[in-house]
């Protein structure tokens, strides 16, 4: 069974950082493209950052550019999201999604309707 694991939410003050983790259990991420998502409570799934296939090309929503940090480690079969510079309104429920693309691919799409498999997501929460 394909699943998409998340972790390394928590409880972060303003300023401070998290690392998310999203492994592939039950195959391998590599010639998937991922995608990170947030929703806060009330409010749409955002999308976050996109790392492609190869992990040549990465994408940041406006709001996180220059703050988190996707990245692939192919020997964990993981994708990571660094959060540094946390913000309050960065809180919420945080998602990784994988969709096939094929290997070493170059592109990014941040579109949810798109990514096919999708973890259960893990709870970030900013406050002073």
């Known amino acids: 069974q394909l699943q998409l694991v998340e972790s390394g939410g928590g409880l972060a003050q303003p300023g401070g950082s998290l690392r998310l983790s999203c492994t592939g259990s039950?195959?391998?991420?590599?010639?998937?493209?991922i995608g990170w998502f947030r929703q806060a409570p009330g409010k749409e799934r955002e999308g976050v950052s996109c790392?492609?296939?190869?992990?040549?090309?990465?994408q940041y929503a406006g709001s996180v550019s220059g703050r988190f940090t996707v990245s692939r480690e192919n020997a964990q079969n993981t994708v990571y999201l660094q959060m540094n510079n946390l913000k309050p309104e960065d809180a919420g429920a945080y998602y990784c999604a994988a969709k096939w693309v094929g290997y070493n691919k170059r592109e990014c799409n941040l579109t949810p309707s798109l990514f096919g498999y999708w973890g259960q997501g893990t709870q970030v929460t900013v406050i002073s």
């Open positions: 790392s492609s296939s190869s992990g040549e090309t990465t």
């Open positions: 039950g195959f391998t991420l590599a010639g998937y493209r």
